[in-house]
Structure formats: C-alpha cells, structure tokens
C-alpha cells in the first residue's frame, strides 16, 4: 500500500468511525438529556486566536471540529499502517495525537 491509499483508506475509515461516534453520542444525549458538547468549538477558537466565550456560532464551529479533527485522526492511523508497527503498537502510538493530545 502506498502513501496516497493509506491516507485515503485512513480517511474513510475516520469518516466512518465519526460517523458511528456522532450516532451513539446523539443517542446518549437523547436519552440522558445532555447538551451537545461545545468543547470542540472551543478548542476550534483557540486554535484560531479567537475567544471561545465570543464565538458567535460555537455549536456549528464544534460540529467542523469534531469532524475535522475524527477524519484527520483516521488519515494519520492509515500513515501509521506504513511503518511496519504491528496494530496494538500502532493503536497505541495514534492514541497520544488522537485522544490525549
């Protein structure tokens, strides 16, 4: 597999897992009566220099971000099947960037 296929497979496969986490997070809410997260919208203003608390549309910029960012996250796990890791080192190593950093 090449650079190009594994960004593509890894991006689809972000895709789809976003996908499926956006689903079940609806369902909880759903069911929970929780808000929706503006967490990402707030990383999303920071990132961008901006103040999170005068964002005007913070559930929109939230929504881009976690698509954003689940998609991308997918693109580096396909990058990371090229290095010859076996999947559990892989897995493990795509963790820090995807959920801890």
Known sequence: MGILEAVL?????????????TVSEMV???LTGRPPSTVPGQVGAKTLGRDPNRVAHLERLSTGVHWLHGTSMGALRGLLA???LGAVAATVVHYGPGLGG
């Open 9 to 21: 497979v890894g991006l689809l496969a972000g895709f789809i897992g976003t996908i499926v986490m």
């Open 28 to 30: 909880e809410m759903r």
């Open 82 to 84: 090229l290095t010859g």
